[in-house]
């Protein structure tokens, strides 16, 4: 996994997982949706970069 790709990764997870807490915390269901959302890019996106790796060996 390229070192650019893993850092982004890493940030939307962590940007969802954080705009998810403080959306439930006040009670903002879109906002915690929309972290959710992110946090799934992230995820997506890390598998999507390990699967590359997994192939290029």
């Given at each position: 996994m390229s070192a650019g790709e893993k850092a982004k990764?890493?940030?939307e997870q962590a940007q969802g997982k954080a705009e998810k807490a403080v959306g439930s915390a006040v009670g903002?269901?879109?906002m915690?949706?929309?972290?959710?959302?992110?946090k799934s890019t992230g995820d997506a996106r890390?598998?999507?970069?390990?699967?590359?790796d997994v192939f290029k060996r």
């Open positions: 990764a890493k940030a903002n269901d879109r915690a949706a929309e972290g959710q959302a992110k890390e598998a999507k970069e390990k699967t590359k």
